[in-house]
């Protein structure tokens, strides 16, 4: 038999059994949509955790103190690394907490940063409006603030915020600048404020102290990391502090993110897989009803080729049908998502890799009734009732 002739009869019996293949086809629609809608989550997540790094210094490199660790890094360890290090064009000490800023009826949650004057241009923030904090902000402990962009929407939204009193947990502050949008919520919504002013003013004794150092170039990153924690070493045991750069945490963000993608990619393959054993189910009842078919075929010099062929065509075509309806499903389904908030990022290869797991299935699933089927015996499917 020709190829032409095996899929016209395909077809033939595909149109005749209408329902019972829109049947079998839905679990390969659900499970091909369910990977494509998965691949654009995921590409979405990874793309926003570049996006909220891609304004981060990569030059440069955080230390902290380890979890449940004693240590609290300090202006005077700052001073012992400036003097020491040859691979750092700057370090800086800053503190970390969280508060709530106030302005009339507004209010907003933020990220409170007790910093100095080069805290700035080392993790590359610049400013939008205003001014950023000074040396003598810091050495005569003004109450002034630096407010990140969104800070400033929530609070201000259409007023100028330059000059204007704010509250930050009860105590008075006032805005002497505003930064530009970074898309990093630890920076837009941060409030920086002279380090000593937030240990006396605002409880920054129980605040997590963290140095930065900036790397003289990228090149240099995991030079510096060592010589950091060789310098610090000489002060603290080593396991009571942490050294990151904003490369690893980036790379474990991303991590993370594949992660999750790969484990919700995974529902979908489960998914095609039910809706493969539904066309091995359908095929092997498709044999037995035309058993008969089969031996009349085979008695006119259809050869075992041509009814393993004839089978698997017709799974293959349920599964492209499948594919395609749950590839085109997507189309109708991303812009729900995306009014509850669940952004996708949709490409080519979402698709092609949606269709080709589903024509895969089509082929695993529908192969061993195919060979069944050309297996049979022809005077045995000729008597068969």
Same mark, same amino acid.
């Given at each position: 038999? /020709?190829?032409?002739?095996?899929?016209?009869?395909?077809?033939?019996?595909?149109?005749?059994?209408?329902?019972?293949?829109?049947?079998?086809? #839905?679990?390969?629609?659900?499970?091909?949509?369910?990977? *494509?809608?998965?691949?654009?989550?995921?590409?979405?997540?990874?793309?926003?955790?570049?996006?909220?790094?891609?304004?981060?210094?990569?030059?440069?490199?955080?230390?902290?103190?380890? /979890?449940?660790?004693?240590?609290?890094?300090?202006?005077?360890? =700052?001073?012992?690394?400036?003097?020491?290090? %040859?691979?750092?064009?700057?370090?800086? #000490?800053?503190?970390?907490?969280?508060?709530?800023?106030?302005?009339?009826?507004?209010?907003?949650?933020?990220?409170?940063?007790?910093?100095?004057?080069?805290?700035?241009?080392?993790?590359?923030?610049?400013?939008?409006?205003?001014?950023?904090?000074?040396?003598?902000? *810091?050495?005569?402990?003004?109450?002034?603030? =630096?407010?990140?962009?969104?800070?400033?929407?929530?609070?201000?939204?259409?007023?100028?915020? #330059?000059?204007?009193?704010?509250?930050?947990?009860?105590?008075?502050?006032?805005?002497?600048?505003?930064?530009?949008?970074?898309?990093?919520?630890?920076?837009?919504?941060?409030?920086?404020?002279?380090?000593?002013?937030?240990?006396?003013?605002?409880?920054?004794?129980?605040?997590?102290?963290?140095?930065?150092?900036?790397?003289?170039?990228?090149?240099?990153?995991? %030079?510096?990391?060592?010589?950091?924690?060789?310098? #610090?070493?000489?002060?603290?045991?080593?396991?009571?502090?942490?050294?990151?750069?904003?490369?690893?945490?980036?790379?474990?963000?991303?991590?993370?993110?594949?992660?999750?993608?790969?484990?919700?990619?995974?529902?979908?393959?489960?998914?095609?897989?039910?809706?493969?054993?539904?066309?091995?189910?359908?095929?092997?009842?498709?044999?037995?009803?035309?058993?008969? %078919?089969?031996?009349?075929?085979?008695?006119?010099?259809?050869?075992?080729?041509?009814?393993?062929?004839?089978?698997?065509? %017709?799974?293959?075509?349920?599964?492209?049908?499948?594919?395609?309806?749950?590839?085109?499903?997507?189309?109708?389904?991303?812009? =729900?998502?995306?009014?509850?908030?669940?952004?996708?990022?949709?490409?080519?290869?979402?698709?092609?890799?949606?269709?080709?797991?589903?024509? *895969?299935?089509?082929?695993?699933?529908?192969?061993?009734?195919?060979?069944?089927?050309?297996?049979?015996?022809?005077?045995?499917?000729?008597?068969?009732?």
């Amino acid at each position: 038999m /020709r190829i032409s002739e095996i899929l016209r009869s395909v077809l033939i019996n595909i149109f005749q059994n209408k329902t019972r293949v829109i049947l079998t086809t #839905l679990g390969i629609i659900v499970g091909c949509a369910t990977i *494509i809608l998965v691949i654009g989550i995921g590409n979405k997540s990874k793309q926003d955790v570049a996006d909220r790094f891609k304004e981060l210094n990569a030059q440069c490199v955080t230390i902290s103190s380890s /979890r449940n660790s004693t240590t609290n890094l300090t202006l005077d360890d =700052v001073e012992f690394l400036k003097k020491y290090s %040859e691979k750092s064009s700057g370090i800086t #000490l800053s503190s970390s907490s969280s508060g709530t800023a106030a302005y009339k009826s507004e209010s907003a949650t933020a990220a409170i940063r007790g910093v100095y004057e080069d805290y700035f241009p080392i993790n590359n923030l610049t400013i939008e409006s205003g001014r950023l904090l000074s040396s003598l902000d *810091i050495k005569d402990r003004e109450k002034n603030v =630096v407010i990140g962009n969104d800070v400033a929407t929530e609070l201000f939204a259409t007023e100028s915020a #330059l000059g204007s009193d704010i509250l930050i947990n009860g105590s008075k502050f006032t805005v002497v600048g505003i930064l530009e949008r970074n898309g990093s919520d630890n920076v837009d919504l941060g409030l920086y404020i002279p380090y000593d002013v937030v240990k006396f003013y605002l409880g920054g004794s129980s605040a997590s102290n963290q140095i930065t150092a900036l790397a003289k170039s990228t090149d240099e990153v995991s %030079e510096l990391q060592t010589e950091m924690k060789g310098l #610090l070493s000489m002060k603290y045991d080593s396991g009571s502090f942490q050294i990151r750069d904003v490369g690893s945490i980036l790379e474990a963000a991303q991590d993370s993110a594949n992660t999750i993608a790969l484990l919700l990619a995974s529902i979908g393959a489960i998914v095609l897989v039910v809706g493969g054993i539904g066309i091995m189910n359908v095929l092997f009842v498709s044999v037995r009803e035309r058993t008969k %078919e089969i031996g009349t075929l085979k008695a006119l010099g259809a050869t075992r080729r041509d009814i393993l062929l004839q089978f698997l065509f %017709e799974s293959l075509i349920i599964s492209f049908i499948g594919g395609v309806i749950g590839s085109l499903s997507t189309l109708l389904i991303a812009p =729900v998502l995306e009014v509850f908030e669940m952004d996708l990022l949709l490409d080519a290869s979402a698709y092609i890799r949606a269709m080709s797991f589903s024509l *895969i299935t089509g082929t695993l699933f529908g192969y061993y009734p195919a060979l069944q089927a050309a297996q049979l015996d022809t005077i045995d499917a000729l008597r068969y009732e």
